[in-house]
T-cell receptor
Framework: DQQVKQNSPSLSVQEGRISILNCDYTNSMFDYFLWYKKYPAEGPTFLISISSIKDKNEDGRFTVFLNKSAKHLSLHIVPSQPGDSAVYFC??????????FGKGTRLSVIA | GAGVSQSPSNKVTEKGKDVELRCDPISGHTALYWYRQSLGQGLEFLIY????????KSGLPSDRFSAERTGGSVSTLTIQRTQQEDSAVYLC?????????????FGPGTRLTVL
């Protein structure tokens, strides 16, 4: 029973365009959401997060949007760069519970 | 070192053997987590340690899996009588506290292959 779902295993985007990665969750107790980025042979690195009291958080080229009623969040990267090519994991937590991760979306930014 | 380190980076073992995976967290981090990532799957939580509190073992998939953290620092994940389905990348992370808003810093992982 997957509580955090990333339904697109892969995404290709042209350099300079917007990348939109989507994530859905089922547990209404989740109140904190994170995106991690992973390069091959490296551990995931934290990218951006959002608390359930907000619906948007922006950090440079990265923006996370949260739609609580739809239990949906998305990560926007604009403009996309070749160095953004990686696997992106969505994660969620409720209170002090361990993070629950999605299966990841592999983003390829084509020059 | 500045980051989380794990050893070995790769481990190939035969079904039925025991393996030990090591994690050195960032110095001063009180929380330490173990995850595994099987092929095509997301990160699956296994266990976490916070200070001197009893560890949260709720993610361990079977009693063949155990972990300890000595002196509040280094941690070892042990898998006894390995099975082929244990093949995965085992990731360790540490943070300055628990709570999702405490950033977890991940090591590079140990790729375990059970033949």
């Amino acid at each position: 029973d997957q509580q955090v779902k990333q339904n697109s295993p892969s995404l290709s985007v042209q350099e300079g365009r917007i990348s939109i990665l989507n994530c859905d969750y089922t547990n209404s107790m989740f109140d904190y959401f994170l995106w991690y980025k992973k390069y091959p042979a490296e551990g995931p690195t934290f990218l951006i997060s959002i608390s359930s009291i907000k619906d948007k958080n922006e950090d440079g080229r990265f923006t996370v949007f949260l739609n609580k009623s739809a239990k949906h969040l998305s990560l926007h990267i604009v403009p996309s760069q070749p160095g953004d090519s990686a696997v992106y994991f969505c994660a969620a937590s409720g209170g002090n519970t361990p993070l629950v991760f999605g299966k990841g979306t592999r983003l390829s930014v084509i020059a | 070192g500045a980051g989380v380190s794990q050893s070995p980076s790769n481990k190939v073992t035969e079904k039925g053997k025991d393996v030990e995976l090591r994690c050195d967290p960032i110095s001063g981090h009180t929380a330490l987590y173990w995850y595994r990532q099987s092929l095509g799957q997301g990160l699956e939580f296994l266990i976490y340690f916070q200070g001197n509190s009893a560890p949260d073992k709720s993610g361990l998939p079977s009693d063949r899996f155990s972990a300890e953290r000595t002196g509040g620092s280094v941690s070892t994940l042990t898998i006894q009588r390995t099975q082929q389905e244990d093949s995965a990348v085992y990731l360790c992370a540490s943070s300055s506290g628990t709570g999702a808003d405490n950033e977890q810093f991940f090591g590079p992982g140990t790729r375990l292959t059970v033949l």
